[in-house]
């Protein structure tokens, strides 16, 4: 499975390209450029899957804000991508193994996702709802938008969710 490391601007258009042919699209691979450009990464956060010097695997988080009382800077994940001729074999399971523990490792309380309901609760993600979080657009099915407590995580930890400006335009 190669090496997990962290992501270098010298890495980024072939993370492009790997969005662009996992997704079958270019809305993510743009969706991660205005990320970039705004600041919204958490470069410390954002990993690659290196095999022999060809990266097969992303995944990144964003900075966003818990509007609890006080409120809280969160992480939320996206984009995730393995290519798809190394899809299954587990590159997606390291990313998120490693990503998760560093940021454990940093202080971050809770990790926020918009994604598959089938593939994320077994890295310990729970319906965000079920903790109080409600979701940053109307539209989204409460079982899609999940969250995952760590260490640093409390109690008052809730309420609505902000997510950066350039997740409204996909
Ligand atoms: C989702 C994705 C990142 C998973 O990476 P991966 O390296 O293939 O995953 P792993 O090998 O670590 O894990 C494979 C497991 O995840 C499951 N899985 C893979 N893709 C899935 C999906 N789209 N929905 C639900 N489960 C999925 C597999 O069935 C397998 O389950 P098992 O462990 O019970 O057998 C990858 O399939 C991908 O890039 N898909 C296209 C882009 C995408 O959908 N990104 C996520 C957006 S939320």
Redesign the pocket.
């Known amino acids: 499975m190669g090496t997990i490391r962290l992501e270098t601007t010298w890495d980024e258009g072939a993370v492009n390209q790997l ?1 662009t042919r ?3 699209r270019r809305a ?1 691979s743009e969706l991660l450029d205005r990320l970039r450009s705004s600041g919204a990464t958490v470069p410390q956060l954002c990993l690659v ?1 290196d095999q022999n010097s060809v990266i097969v ?1 992303h ?1 990144c988080y964003n900075h966003v804000t818990l509007e609890s009382d006080p409120p809280t800077k969160v992480v939320a ?8 001729a ?11 193994k490693e990503s998760l523990a560093r940021a454990d490792a940093r202080g971050v309380p809770l990790v926020l ?8 609760p ?1 890295f310990g993600f729970v319906p965000a709802r079920s903790m109080g979080i409600e979701p940053p657009w109307p539209d989204i099915p409460d079982k899609a938008f999940m969250a995952k407590p760590l260490t640093a995580y409390r109690e008052h930890m809730r309420g609505p969710v902000r997510y950066p400006e350039p997740f409204e335009d996909i």
């Open positions: 969005l996992a997704f079958g993510e899957a695997g995944i994940l996206a984009p995730m991508a393995v290519t798809p190394f899809q299954n074999k587990g590159v997606g399971t390291a990313l998120m996702v918009v994604g598959h309901p089938e593939y994320y077994k």
